[in-house]
Nanobody, 114 residues
Framework: QVQLVESGGGLVQPGGSLSLSCAASGSIFSGNAMGWFCRAPGKPRALVASISSGGGTNYAGSVKGRFTISRDNAKNTVYLQMNSLKPEDTAVYYC????????WGQGTQVTVSS
């Protein structure tokens, strides 16, 4: 069964932190680079961070130094630690395989506002 379940979003003040988690089915997770994508209002979905099956990471310039992506291959789970959050980080966050996305989960809303 194909599954992507994101969690951990919420409302946070500027400068705050959130930790996102994504439980994925093995067919999506195993052996694949995984990523966190965000969709802000009125904008297309964009990749913000990715991690290879071996643990190598890449980040969009807007989040570099503030976000950290990690994965637990035993649990088919990918994480996103978000620090020093800014209002422009407000979006729905999704995880998925980087290369091909045939299915999307429900995402988790992150709102950064005072």
């Amino acid at each position: 069964q194909v599954q992507l379940v994101e969690s951990g979003g919420g409302l946070v003040q500027p400068g705050g932190s959130l930790s996102l988690s994504c439980a994925a089915s093995g067919s999506i997770f195993s052996g694949n680079a995984m990523g966190w994508f965000c969709r802000a209002p009125g904008k297309p979905r964009a990749l913000v961070a990715s991690i290879s099956s071996g643990g190598g990471t890449n980040y969009a310039g807007s989040v570099k130094g503030r976000f950290t992506i990690s994965r637990d291959n035993a649990k088919n789970t990918v994480y996103l630690q978000m620090n020093s959050l800014k209002p422009e980080d407000t979006a729905v966050y999704y995880c998925n395989r980087v290369a091909v996305q045939n299915y999307w989960g429900q995402g988790t809303q992150v709102t950064v506002s005072s």
